[in-house]
């Protein structure tokens, strides 16, 4: 959605490479999807500054920006659906719960990227890790033959997640997000999920920050882990910014 840091740095190198290994080009699309925001003022203050973001691009050598209008992608005179949400969408109780409509929009902006651009394949980083897991579920789903590339989270030297909204923190609030990588960390060498899930709890309130969910979960259904991969996810509230970030459990060994 543009505002383009180190993250995107990472993405951005990730499908050029890939790209040039298939003989294709690299297209970056910026758009701040309206649909994907359940509260206005969160849409209105989400920073933008697509000359920088060009420029960002242009130094990366990426072959063409797509930065459609908002009326371009949601023509008032068609009705652009959603697509039917997999389970991942609407049953874990993370994102689906304390953001809701935010991943029913964003499958409907990815589909409709993926229609005008027909893309062979497509990044997304693992920092939202549910929304990642919803777009590679609904491809599926659709049936697209579109390859998604996850692409590992690029932390600050103090281990606070990249992201756009890190620009709206100012010293408390950073402080009080730097919890979260603590506690994730942390919880890497819990023996069980239930206590790696009470660790997180512990760094969280001892750093000040305000968690909504701090969780172990399977890494594909984001539901109750059982066997297989799985992943500890935070999300809440540092001086009124919310901020999420994820990590592999457990980490050891």
Avoid at 27 to 49: A, G, H
Avoid at 209 to 228: I, M, N
Avoid at 233 to 244: C, E, H, N, S, T
């Amino acid at each position: 959605m543009g505002s383009m840091h180190a993250g995107h740095h990472d993405l951005i190198l990730r499908a050029k490479e890939h790209a040039h290994a298939h003989g294709q080009r690299t297209v970056v699309s910026i758009f701040v999807n309206p649909t994907q925001f359940n509260e206005k003022s969160d849409f209105s203050k989400y920073p933008r500054d697509l000359d920088a973001d060009c420029d960002f691009c242009r130094d990366l050598g990426v072959d063409v920006v797509f930065a459609p209008e908002v009326e371009m992608m949601y023509p008032p005179q068609i009705s652009i659906p959603v697509p039917t949400l997999p389970d991942v969408v609407t049953l874990p109780g993370l994102e689906d719960k304390y953001r809701p409509g935010h991943l029913e929009g964003v499958c409907q902006v990815v589909a409709r990227l993926f229609d005008v651009c027909r893309p062979s394949s497509a990044a997304f980083g693992e920092k939202d890790w549910q929304q990642l897991a919803a777009v590679t579920a609904m491809s599926e789903r659709l049936a697209r033959p579109v390859e998604i590339l996850g692409v590992s989270t690029v932390r600050e030297p103090d281990g606070l997640a990249l992201s756009s909204r890190n620009l709206l923190l100012d010293a408390e609030s950073r402080e009080q997000g730097l919890a979260i990588s603590r506690a994730l960390f942390a919880a890497g060498d819990a023996r069980t999920a239930s206590e790696g899930e009470r660790v997180m709890c512990e760094v969280l309130a001892q750093g000040g920050f305000e968690p909504e969910y701090a969780v172990v979960r399977d890494s594909a259904t984001l539901l109750s882990p059982k066997d297989g991969e799985c992943r500890a996810l935070i999300a809440g509230f540092a001086g009124g910014v919310r901020l999420i970030d994820n990590a592999p459990w457990p980490t050891r060994g």
